[in-house]
């Protein structure tokens, strides 16, 4: 069974960092692209980032660009998502999606999301 | 960027009823269009593919269509767990976009 498990959530200060974690399980995690969604609250969903199988390319929305990086550890079966110079805009749940093999831009399976909070 | 607008934002429908959900995509997208299903505090979940591919268990009552940049989702009798938020997504080109989404309704 696929299954992908967020964690690394909190409440931070803006201007602060956090780091997420995704642990896949039930799938060859290597041979998979990858994703970050978030979804503030009461609102839509954004996507945030795309890593291809190989580690490159890699993509960025325009509202987090320069400040999340994202990487993947296929030894440990894990997505990543630097996160810096956060704001009070990128307050939502954040999910941790895989890429759909054709065509490689949709999501087949997610994770349950965690919630990230920026405030004072 | 490729913007999706996806309309109605709401409606109100019945069990039994047909429901139709529309997308239009700002710049041809090919069928590169999907379509997921949210239920409150749960993560969306994929219904429909390349417009118009039924996504793996997914009951046969969805459909999906195109008609040039125009995409529709066909909930061809709402059942009483098809109640929940609809998005639209384009797979065509980075930045990936989301429509606004469509909640349904119990009228």
């Known amino acids: 069974e696929v299954q992908l498990v967020e964690s690394g959530g909190g409440l931070v200060q803006p201007g602060g960092s956090l780091r997420l974690s995704c642990a896949a399980s039930?799938?060859?995690?290597?041979?998979?692209?990858m994703n970050w969604v978030r979804q503030a609250p009461g609102k839509g969903l954004e996507w945030v980032s795309f890593i291809s199988s190989s580690g490159s390319p890699i993509y960025y929305a325009d509202s987090v660009k320069g400040r999340f990086t994202i990487s993947r550890d296929d030894a440990k079966n894990s997505l990543y998502l630097q996160m810096n110079s956060l704001r009070a805009e990128d307050t939502a749940v954040y999910y941790c999606?895989?890429?759909?093999?054709?065509?490689?831009?949709?999501?087949?399976?997610w994770g349950q999301g965690t919630l990230v909070t920026v405030s004072s | 960027d490729i913007q999706m607008t996806q309309s109605p934002s709401s409606v109100s429908a019945s069990v039994g009823d047909r429901v139709t959900i529309t997308c239009q995509a700002s710049?041809?997208?090919?069928?590169?269009l999907a379509w997921y299903q949210q239920k409150p505090g749960k993560a969306p979940k994929l219904l429909i593919y390349a417009a118009s591919s039924l996504q793996s268990g997914v009951p046969s009552r969805f459909s999906g269509s195109r008609s040039g940049t125009d995409f529709t989702l066909t909930i061809s009798s709402l059942q009483p767990e098809d109640f929940a938020t609809y998005y639209c997504q384009q797979a065509n080109s980075f930045p990936l976009t989301f429509g606004g989404g469509t909640k349904v309704e119990i009228k």
């Open positions: 039930g799938f060859t995690f290597s041979s998979f692209e």
């Open positions: 710049q041809g997208i090919n069928n590169w």
């Open positions: 999606a895989r890429a759909t093999v054709v065509p490689a831009a949709n999501f087949d399976y």
